[in-house]
């Protein structure tokens, strides 16, 4: 089949997409969009977390066709061309980042996050913080620094215009 | 820039601005990761790439009778199915060697796709390869597979009996002892003596393994999610028959690894073969499936610690014994005994190592092995002791610290635990704790509070590094370690600013290609002051170097001056008497015509390399004999345990480490905390099942193998001396191993103080409380 989306503002087309095929594996193998990993494929670890219309998903639970006609965010189309996002500026320099292979998906969780708090004029509680993060899995951090990230992406985005 | 707080820890050390090596400086590659454009293995498009899946044997022994490939080749886009039958020669893994350490790259002896023979239930027995990943992957389900089934040994509890004491050798500890342990057991006042289990477990690194491979000629190219490049190219040549010159192997970017990419496995070997038959380059990123039945984790346990103590609670003896588990076709026993050579100052000490075999796949070394779980049995044990006595578990670790090494009389490079304990007691208000159990509640919650100690021995392994300084002042520094997420790009690029006095800024690491220099691998906690050593010296010399330079101009301030007299800073070298008197290194080099000046600390020979190979084995066997070079901690627990439901909830940590120098904090600190939450995990949830019926892990997946998220945690605090190590360049240990070991012990410490409940076999899961 033809799939076609907008991801990161940029309109896609692709042919020959199979049924079966995740968002993704669209994104990463034929987009190349690679951004955005691939740790479990079974939804339990939040690697793959991408934006479809404004929510965040798990990208490899999301069939290919259900992204026809919808706006795909990644990773990548956070900040501008050699920009950073103020949440991916805030896990640099809080050390929320190690070997980075989670990093991509925790990235879009805790942007959403913070700007659905920020949606109601507040900044996330750490219990919050917690469990709206819960479904990102990382093995190396022990989570504190991510912690400390979006504490510090929440403070610098307060600033910022709705 | 802005710094990020360092909420954990209230005083951070400062270190004088000028120096970078102790300064909490962001990640070299935290932007690249950040915005997503880190490319990882499977990340690697190359023309022409096709795409390999595994077929997986399902039974634990026997011989393959009967392979139907008809159907997996009949799906469109498949180019090619390998068995047995068809796959091309390879040369077996050559005999591990304590001469060549390379030989211990394979995980396993098994000749894949050249034998008939199946040693595991997971084992590959056949390789898919096709246009894309998800056609190979379906293929791969449609070949059918028949075996002539053998008896096989899978359980590990039932093949304790079998289990056969291993003797001591250079890479393996075996049995040591001092005096007569059991004797002074039979006649201790105070004696405890329990069972401790703790079961398999896996890595689970956040990114599966992954291979791409490119055959050129007789030339390979591959990229590898790697915690040894050297080893992997020196195990594909052999394998391959091709000359080591024309392997190279690329890990830029390793999705961690914890000692599960140490060891070159199935996936790898297949996906170059692979590539090897089909004359196409191949990629194949294992599933996590196939990651748990083809990569070793860490081997189950069975413990004995038995612990004989005066009233006072002075320790008389000290045996820890234990059994670990092998592959039949490989496999690492761990030590479990490791940490209690040294921790205690018992006179009467005996350790023993036994092992058993299993039809299973082999074990591998996982963060702190040894280690990792011998504290769960020691440290639980010593607090049994502690409520035997009536007394506190502090206390009685603190009466029982030993001033030299309790096997031989060695002395510490450095220890500090009193401090450690005093500064953690403190932090953590551990006098407020209420001795005897179920004393301390909140509603319904129970709570308890555990101590432990940590214990970890790094290792240090040879380097050759290159150091390039170029006349605009910039520095190139190449040495083929590995960043598997501890930050040690950034960590060398502090030391290597640190020694030739140039800004953070002005250099650059190259690492994680094989053709680089020989780096050591990333494992036992050494890389980090491994690398540094060399790179020291090769600053030195590239000092001398720049020196001799000057020193040939009339005009130079640095004329007639030794480098004993001259400080590295300000991008070049300035007399210590006379601080603004120096030049920087672009005058120095730009006007002795030079564009730039490079050292390495190794010829590139082969005969250079044996010889510092030679040397550092030297200097390693040296320090062995005069030192115990030894990182330490105390572990803080708080736990609420539900009184209804029996669920822990870990509710307050606070680790308190002595582990040498600190490179950096923002990366050390990381490294210490998720070794911690690691083994929280270990602790509470972290169990890989095998069926005993039939060898075969049941819980492949991160939706049955449980590992901590954020939700479980409370803030985990991390602390440290921060005071050099005397025996060590830069007073630098290692910091990658100690925090995982002694957390289990803390937490079922904590539970026993919370509940009464004594849990002696991990994970401790709720039915074990009710
Ligand atoms: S890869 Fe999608 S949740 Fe793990
Ligand atoms: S940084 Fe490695 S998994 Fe999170």
Redesign the pocket.
């Known amino acids: 089949m033809r799939l076609t989306c907008t991801v990161n503002g940029d309109r896609h087309e692709v042919d020959d997409v199979w049924e079966g095929e995740s968002l993704l594996y669209v994104l990463r193998e034929r987009m190349g969009l690679p951004g955005s990993k691939n ?1 479990c494929e079974q939804g339990e670890c939040g ?1 793959c977390t991408v934006y479809l219309d404004g929510v965040p998903v798990c990208a490899c639970l999301v069939a290919a066709g259900q992204a026809q006609g919808r706006e795909v965010g990644t990773v990548e189309g956070l900040a501008g061309p050699g920009e950073l996002h103020p949440v991916q500026e805030a896990f640099l320099e809080a050390g ?8 991509p998906g ?1 990235l879009v969780a805790t942007d959403d996050l913070v700007r659905r708090s920020r949606a109601e004029g507040r900044r996330p509680a750490d219990a919050e913080i917690r469990e709206a993060l819960a479904g990102n ?5 022990g989570y504190e620094k ?1 912690l400390d990230a979006v504490r510090l992406a929440a403070d610098r985005m307060a600033g910022e215009a709705r | 820039m802005t710094r990020a707080p360092e909420r954990s820890r209230p005083a951070p050390p400062t270190p004088s601005p000028a120096q970078a090596v102790g300064r909490p400086l962001d990640r070299v590659d935290g932007p690249a990761k950040t915005a997503g454009l880190a490319r990882y293995t499977a990340d690697h498009h190359v023309p022409d790439l096709a795409h390999a899946a595994l077929v997986h044997a399902t039974v634990a022994r026997g011989r393959i009778t009967g392979l139907d490939t008809a159907d997996a080749e009949a799906v469109g886009g498949v180019l090619a199915v390998l068995t047995h039958h068809n796959a091309p020669r390879m040369t077996p893994p050559a005999p591990v060697s304590a001469l060549d350490l390379s030989t211990l790259a394979p995980g396993t002896t098994v000749d894949y796709l050249n034998t008939d023979r199946v040693h595991w239930n997971g084992q590959p027995v056949a390789v898919v390869v096709a246009d894309s990943p998800d056609t190979a992957r379906q293929a791969a389900r449609l070949v059918r597979v028949t075996y002539e089934v053998e008896p096989a040994v899978t359980d590990f509890a039932a093949a304790q009996d079998d289990a056969v004491p291993l003797r001591g050798t250079l890479l393996v500890l075996g049995e040591e002892r001092t005096g007569d342990a059991e004797r002074a057991l039979a006649t201790a006042p105070v004696v405890v003596d329990h069972r401790y289990t703790t079961p398999a477990q896996s890595h689970h ?3 599966p393994h992954a291979t791409v491979a490119v055959w050129n000629g007789d030339r390979l190219t591959v990229h590898e999610g790697s915690q040894d490049v050297d080893w992997a190219r020196r195990h594909l040549a052999r394998r391959f028959g091709v000359p080591l010159a024309g392997v190279r192997v690329l890990s830029p970017h390793v ?2 690894g914890f000692g599960g990419k140490a060891p070159v496995w199935a996936g790898t070997v297949l996906t170059v073969l692979a590539a090897r038959a089909t004359g196409r380059a191949v990629r194949m990123v294992l599933s996590r499936e196939d990651v748990i039945r083809t990569v070793g984790g860490r081997t189950p346990t069975v413990q004995r610690v038995a612990l004989g103590a005066q009233r006072d609670g002075t320790l008389t003896a000290l045996l820890h014994t234990g059994v670990s588990q092998v592959g039949r076709v490989g496999g690492t026993p761990e030590p479990v005994g490791s940490q209690s050579r040294h921790l205690y100052a018992a006179p009467h000490i005996w350790i023993r190592h036994s092992t058993t075999t299993l039809d299973v796949l082999p074990t591998a070394h996982m963060r702190a092995p040894g280690e990792a779980v011998g504290t769960f049995a020691l440290e639980s044990a010593v607090d049994e002791l502690a409520v035997a006595l009536g007394m506190d578990p502090v206390e009685l670790r603190m009466r029982n610290e030993p001033d030299r090494d309790p096997l031989d009389g060695k002395r510490f490079s450095r220890r500090d635990l009193r401090a450690a304990y005093a500064r953690g007691a403190e932090r953590f208000g551990w006098a407020e704790r209420t001795p005897s159990p179920r004393s301390m509640r909140d509603g319904h919650w129970l709570v308890g509070r555990g101590v432990a100690t940590a214990f970890h021995l790094p290792v240090r392994l040879p380097a050759d590094v290159t150091v390039r300084l170029r006349a605009d002042g910039t520095v190139l520094v190449r040495c083929a370690f590995h960043e598997i ?1 501890v930050g040690a790009a950034t960590a060398q690029t502090q030391v290597a600013a640190d020694a030739l006095g140039v800004p953070v800024e002005a250099v650059t690491v190259e690492h994680g290609d094989t053709e680089l220099p020989v780096g050591p691998q990333a494992g036992g906690s050494g890389q980090t002051a491994s690398v540094a050593t060399a790179l020291l010296e090769a600053c030195e010399e590239l000092k001398r170097s720049v020196l001799a330079l000057a020193r040939r101009s009339p005009s130079s301030p640095l004329r007639g001056r030794r480098l004993s007299e001259l400080r590295a800073g300000r991008g070049g070298l300035y007399r210590a008497d006379a601080p603004d008197r120096g030049e920087t290194y672009g005058v120095i080099l730009t006007r002795a015509g030079r564009a730039e000046i490079e050292v390495r600390t190794a010829a590139g020979t082969r005969l250079g390399r044996t010889l510092q190979q030679a040397r550092a084995a030297a200097g390693w066997f040296r320090d062995r004999r005069r030192w115990v070079r030894a990182v330490t901690g105390a572990h803080f627990c708080e736990v609420r345990v539900d009184e209804h439901t029996g669920e822990v909830r870990v509710s307050r940590w606070l680790g308190v480490f002595d582990v040498g120098r600190v490179v950096n904090p923002k990366t050390a600190t990381s490294q210490l905390r ?1 070794g911690i939450v690691m083994g929280i995990g270990a602790a509470l949830s972290e169990e890989t099942l095998v069926d005993p019926r039939t060898g075969r892990t049941v819980n492949p997946g991160l939706a049955e193998y449980h590992v901590p998220v954020q939700a479980d945690l409370p803030r985990i605090e991390v602390d440290y001396l921060d005071e050099p190590d005397p025996t060590t360049p830069l007073g630098l240990l290692g910091v990658g191993e100690v925090g995982i070991t002694g957390v289990a012990a803390a937490v079922a410490n904590a539970v026993h103080h919370a509940t009464g409940v004594r849990v002696r076999d991990l994970p401790v899961t709720l039915d074990r409380l009710l």
Do not use: D, K, P
């Not at chain 1, 899995?137 to 951090?141: P, S």
């Open positions: 740790a690697s929320a980042v190690q070997c980075g292979f989670c990093t925790l899995l990382c093995r190396c951090t991510i | 690194a956040m990114e999705g961690g997420g998720g």
